[in-house]
């Protein structure tokens, strides 16, 4: 976008040095030559004034009396009416300028002077006009970039801001460039960040309960099959034994089932290097707790594999360790560990921690005990969770908050699909 539009204002500067610069320069050179030859014939017309003065006095042509109205290097050439010509000054050469002025006495005053001066000067006029119009394309084409730029650098912005969206990134982002088109884009995506939060956060609750029920209603059909298993009568077991295996199908299609949706919201989950990424991470955010006077104190172990998606992970430990920026005091902890099937990520503070109060509900979307939104640690959770993996507080005062993420088998890294296993949710 960016390359398209200085393409275009380079191309009207372009049209703008042809169209004026080449008349402009065309002119200028015209004007030199005018300028000299008006400058001529008025020495040859007051050379022949006062010639004129000297015949009418009774006086024969005297041109040292005129000479220094001659131009420096020009031949005067004086014709009078008996057809006796006067010259002064040296031979021009051919290409000489010339201007001839009547005589009142029917003479002729005639002035050719060299030519050179004149392309001389005509040089120097083209190549002052030349440079200006250097200058002039030189300052189009700044001002080309710094418009490129101020309209490209927020289109990147907003195709980043909708790319995170579809990562599963439904932070509000409140930057804005005072460009109208591109901030109602903005508002429009924050909008719609923060519906489909709340789409997925309900479809994710819905999905939970309607599992928890149906699991209670099964484990309470298995008990009561089993007693009826055991009673005594053949045909009554015989039923009872057949029942009993479909309640068992029941529940293992509605692991399947389970399973299913926890691959679909994973689909885009992969190997991932989270020892590089984490280093990253904690490069972006050592600066500004710098800035507020405080240290970033990383310990990652080394060749830590996991299933997840790059942007995924980087915007929850990024909300984590925002949080504990604002809300925490003191140093904040980032580290990485390899778990039972698990990579375990910590991130934790050495400031008051979540009041016991706060703490069954930190992960509610809109709850906030320190006057925040009450979205990004909500969002964090659902970030983690769509890759397979949890988010928990594992401790509330100082805080520690613990991400497990599922690690990266050797199928994985060799690319063969992934099935996750049929957990219960």
Do not use: C
Request: aromatic residues 2%.
């Amino acid at each position: 976008m960016r390359r398209r539009i200085l393409q275009a204002t380079l191309l009207a500067i372009a049209v703008a040095v042809v169209v004026l610069g080449v008349p402009l320069g065309f002119t200028a050179l015209k004007l030199v030559e005018d300028i000299t030859e008006q400058e001529i014939a008025q020495r040859a017309q007051q050379i022949a004034t006062a010639l004129d003065e000297q015949i009418a006095a009774g006086q024969p042509i005297n041109l040292k009396v005129v000479h220094v109205a001659v131009p420096k290097g020009a031949r005067l050439t004086v014709t009078s009416v008996q057809g006796q010509d006067y010259t002064y000054g040296p031979d021009p050469g051919e290409n000489a300028l010339l201007q001839s002025v009547p005589m009142v006495r029917r003479g002729t005053v005639t002035i050719a002077t060299p030519i050179e001066p004149v392309r001389t000067q005509q040089l120097q006029v083209g190549g002052l006009v030349l440079m200006l119009v250097v200058i002039s394309a030189g300052t189009g084409m700044v001002v080309a970039s710094l418009t490129a730029r101020r309209l490209a650098d927020p289109l990147r912005h907003v195709a980043a801001r909708a790319a995170r969206l579809g990562a599963g990134d439904f932070r509000p982002d409140q930057r804005r460039h005072q460009v109208p088109e591109l901030d109602r884009v903005a508002d429009a995506l924050d909008a719609s960040g923060a519906a489909l939060s709340q789409l997925v956060q309900r479809e994710r609750e819905l999905v939970g309960d309607v599992s928890h029920q149906l699991r209670s209603r099964l484990t309470a059909l298995h008990l009561r099959l089993e007693v009826l298993a055991t009673s005594t009568g053949d045909e009554a077991e015989e039923e009872a034994r057949a029942a009993l295996e479909q309640a068992e199908l029941l529940s293992e299609v509605l692991d399947d089932l389970l399973a299913a949706a926890t691959a679909a919201r994973a689909r885009d989950a992969e190997p991932l290097d989270v020892t590089s990424l984490l280093t990253r991470v904690a490069d972006e955010w050592r600066e500004p707790l710098r800035a507020e006077g405080r240290a970033l104190r990383v310990k990652i172990a080394d060749e830590l594999l996991a299933r997840a998606t790059p942007g995924r992970l980087r915007e929850a430990i990024g909300v984590l360790l925002d949080n504990a920026l604002r809300h925490g005091q003191g140093a904040v902890s980032l580290t990485a560990r390899q778990g039972a099937g698990t990579v375990v990520i910590d991130v934790s503070d050495a400031g008051p921690g979540v009041p016991e109060e706060l703490v069954p509900h930190v992960f509610e979307r809109g709850f906030s005990g320190h006057g925040s939104t009450g979205v990004g640690l909500a969002l964090a959770r659902a970030l983690v969770e769509a890759d397979g993996g949890r988010l928990e507080l594992s401790r509330a005062r100082p805080a520690l908050f613990e991400v497990f993420l599922p690690i990266a088998r050797a199928d994985d890294v060799l690319g063969l699909p992934w099935k996750p296993e049929p957990t219960p949710r």
